[in-house]
């Protein structure tokens, strides 16, 4: 079985934005393709089962937060 998620996430500005895809792109490579549109991040997240998927979304979530947050402090 096969397991995909899309996720748009919208954030303050496109300078917020992109600052948070480029400290995320390090650990995509494989499990997540993220792409900027604007002020929005759309990230495509693949599995092969859905617990692998929720694995990988809790993951990615975490990682989102708290480079936002960092983003958010400067």
């Keep these: ?3 995909e998620c899309t996720l748009m996430l919208k ?10 895809l480029q400290s995320l792109k390090a650990d995509d490579e494989g499990f997540v393709h993220s792409t900027l549109k604007g002020k929005t991040l759309q ?3 693949k599995s092969t089962s859905v617990a692998s998927l929720l694995h990988t979304l809790d993951d990615y979530l975490a990682c989102v937060s708290v480079a936002d947050d ?3 402090k400067h």
Excluded: P, Q, R
């Excluded at 954030?11 to 948070?20: E, G, L, M, R």
């Design 11 to 20: 954030f303050k500005d496109a300078a917020t934005a992109k600052k948070v």
């Design 70 to 72: 960092v983003v958010n």
């Design 43 to 45: 990230a495509v997240v």
């Design 1 to 3: 079985m096969k397991a």
